[in-house]
C-alpha cells in the first residue's frame, strides 16, 4: 500500500511540470513504473509575416511543415539554421520571399541539413538568392531564383550531397561588379561532394547558367537547360562552365541543352578531368558549342 502511495505522489509530481518533450512516469505493474520520453509531434504552420517565418524556422524541428502564404518581404537574411533527419525532414514550402527589403547580404543561407525547400520565388537579393553553406542533404524542388544582385542559387564551402530539381533561375544580374558574377546556378569554390542538378533551367543571366569554378568534387547535372546567359559587360556567358584552370575533377553532364549564350555552350575552363557531356547539345552560341572539353 504504501509502495502504491508512493507512486502516485511521484506521478502527480511529474506530472505537474510535464511538457511537451519531458520525462513522464509509466506504470508497468502496481509496484513498478519505468520513465518514457515523450517526444514533442512535429507541426505544420502557415506563416504570412517575416516575424512569424522566422520564429517557426528557428524553432523548426524534424518533420515540420512551413508553408509561406503570399508574399513575405524580407529585411534580413532568413537563415535555415536547424536539421532534420533522413527519416524526417523540415520542410518550407510556397509563396514569394522579396528580399528587396535586405540592405546586404544573402536571401536564404541554409546552414542546415535535411530540409525540402519546394514551391516557392526568392527574388531581389542584394547578393545570392538561396545559399548552401554547410550541411548537407538537403532537396530544392520547383523554386524560382529571380532578380537577384549575385547567383540566384549557390552551393559552396564544404556543403554536400544537396539535390536541386526542376529549379528556375533567372536574369540574376550584380550591377556592382557589371555582371561578373552572377550565375544561374553555382556550386563553386570549395563546396562537398554528392552535389547534383536535375531538370533545372538557367536563363538571361549575367554571367553563367552554370558555374563549377573551384568545385574540388564531381558535380552531377542531369537533363538542364541554358539559354541567353552572359550579359552586362562582364559576365563570361557560359552556358555550363566546368571547373577551372589546375583542376583534375570528372564533372558529368548528361543530356544536356546549352544555346544562344554569349560565349561557349559547355567550357571546361581549364580543369583537365575527364567531363562527360552524354547526350547534351545546343546551338547558337557566341563562340562554340564545346570549348575545352577533355
Given amino acids: 500500500m504504501k509502495n502504491n502511495s508512493l507512486i502516485i505522489l511521484l506521478y502527480l509530481a511529474l506530472a505537474s511540470c510535464q511538457k511537451n518533450n519531458s520525462v513522464s512516469p509509466v506504470l508497468t505493474d502496481e509496484n513498478h513504473f519505468s520513465l518514457a520520453v515523450v517526444t514533442a509531434a512535429a507541426s505544420s504552420v502557415t506563416v504570412n509575416t517575416e516575424s512569424a517565418l522566422k520564429s517557426a524556422v528557428s524553432t523548426a524541428k524534424a518533420g515540420d511543415i512551413i508553408t509561406i502564404s503570399g508574399t513575405i518581404k524580407l529585411t534580413s537574411t532568413l537563415q535555415l539554421l536547424n536539421s532534420g533527419t533522413s527519416s524526417s525532414k523540415i520542410n518550407l514550402t510556397g509563396g514569394v520571399l522579396d528580399c528587396s527589403g535586405i540592405s546586404s ?3 536564404v543561407k541554409c546552414n542546415g541539413s535535411y530540409w525540402n525547400i519546394t514551391n516557392m520565388t526568392i527574388k531581389n537579393a ?3 538568392g538561396l545559399v548552401f553553406q554547410y550541411g548537407g542533404y538537403n532537396y530544392v524542388y520547383n523554386v524560382t531564383t529571380s532578380g537577384n544582385h549575385d547567383s540566384g542559387l549557390q552551393i559552396y564551402n564544404q556543403s554536400h550531397h544537396n539535390n536541386i530539381s526542376y529549379c528556375n533561375s533567372n536574369d540574376n544580374y550584380d550591377t556592382q561588379n557589371g555582371g561578373e558574377n552572377a550565375d544561374g ?10 552535389n547534383k542538378f536535375d531538370h ?5 543571366n549575367s554571367d553563367d547558367g552554370w558555374d563549377l569554378y573551384g568545385q574540388p568534387y564531381t558535380v552531377t ?8 546567359n552572359g550579359y552586362g559587360g562582364n559576365g563570361d556567358g557560359n552556358g555550363f562552365k566546368l571547373g577551372s584552370s589546375g583542376q583534375n575533377v570528372a564533372h558529368t553532364v548528361t543530356n544536356c541543352t ?16 575527364h567531363i562527360t557531356t552524354t547526350g547534351s547539345t545546343g546551338t547558337g552560341n557566341g563562340k562554340t558549342l564545346f570549348y575545352r572539353i577533355y
Fill in 105 to 107: 547580404g544573402w536571401g
Fill in 126 to 128: 542584394p547578393d545570392c
Fill in 185 to 194: 546556378f553555382a556550386c563553386k569554390l570549395s563546396a562537398g561532394q554528392g
Fill in 200 to 204: 533545372c533551367k538557367a536563363n538571361h
Fill in 221 to 228: 547535372i542531369t537533363n538542364c537547360t541554358a539559354t541567353n
Fill in 258 to 273: 546549352s544555346s544562344y549564350n554569349m560565349a561557349s555552350g559547355y567550357d571546361g575552363n581549364g580543369n583537365t578531368g
